[in-house]
């Protein structure tokens, strides 16, 4: 009996901007840092085994943050894959600080976005940011003066890419009054559709719709989930991500985990193709409790 192939490839590709594309399954690094996404992770060699086998199984698109750690998920992408493939785009975030475990406070002021992507740029060994996301609007700071000092750093070469995470429409269309947004991250899973409308205007616009905590799933909808899974013979996550592929063809989950297991379980998802039948019953199975 062959093994059907395992590759991040099979999900298709996404554009971004226009410019580039990547697999339209990426990694999400948050996780390979300690608890509380604070400090070293306790298995370091695991961590850094993770991300060089997310590689391997043809992630081109890895997502991480300044503040996750905080430096430490960047410093491991660095130490564990550069000089990075050719194909790989690292997209990274700024606008937090990080008091401690499970503590995030808003800073997107123009002074700390300079100082947060010089630091980006240094721990993770490159002269240009693929593509540089700012983390969440910052309630103090006006929006358009985040952006512009966005739009600057990329006239200067230090961004390739801008992106937005945790925004409303409204946010990006302010944006794309400034600079060219690739992508937008929001939380959103099958599960979890508050931002739908925002998943439909990156549809309609070309912009990558990068979804955060993408397996989600409430008591109703994972019965439904382990039915299908059972069916297919795959796992819930696999049935949950393989939904989110067939959304939106913008759609770029980056599923996380500091396990190989996982993130090989997660990956093969990328060949799942659930039928019209499947599809309809898991959005089916929101509405009820929407």
Excluded at 201 to 211: D, H, K, V
Aim: hydrophobic share 40%; net charge positive.
């Amino acid at each position: 009996m062959t093994m059907k192939k395992v590759s991040a490839s099979l999900a298709g590709t996404v554009s971004l901007g226009g410019k580039a594309s990547v697999h339209r399954l990426g990694f999400g690094a948050m996780r390979v840092t300690g608890k509380g996404i604070w400090g070293p992770p306790k298995d370091r060699k695991g961590a850094l085994a993770v991300l060089r086998r997310a590689v391997e199984l043809g992630v081109n698109f890895i997502d991480t943050a300044d503040s996750y750690g905080p430096n430490v998920s960047e410093e491991l992408i660095a130490e564990a894959l550069y000089p990075y493939p050719k194909d790989l785009i690292v997209a990274t975030k700024g606008g937090w600080h990080r008091p401690g475990p499970d503590q995030w406070t808003h800073d997107a002021s123009p002074v700390h976005l300079r100082v947060a992507l010089e630091g980006s740029l240094k721990r993770l060994r490159v002269d240009r940011i693929d593509v540089y996301q700012l983390h969440a609007p910052d309630p103090v700071t006006p929006f358009e003066a985040t952006v512009e000092t966005l739009a600057d750093l990329q006239r200067q070469g230090k961004i390739r890419f801008v992106g937005l995470s945790n925004v409303t429409q409204e946010h990006i269309e302010r944006a794309r009054k400034i600079v060219p947004i690739v992508s937008v991250q929001n939380r959103y899973s099958f599960a979890d559709r508050e931002w739908d409308y925002v998943v439909d205007y990156c549809e309609r616009n070309g912009i990558a719709f990068i979804p955060w905590f993408p397996l989600a799933a409430g008591k109703l909808a994972g019965d439904v989930l382990d039915r299908v899974a059972k069916k297919e013979q795959k796992s819930p996550n696999q049935v949950a991500l393989a939904w989110l592929l067939q959304r939106s063809p913008m759609m770029l989950p980056i599923p996380g985990t500091s396990s190989i297991e996982h993130l090989e379980e997660n990956v093969a998802a990328a060949s799942l193709h659930l039928t019209k039948e499947e599809y309809a019953e898991l959005s089916g199975a929101y509405r009820m409790v929407a």
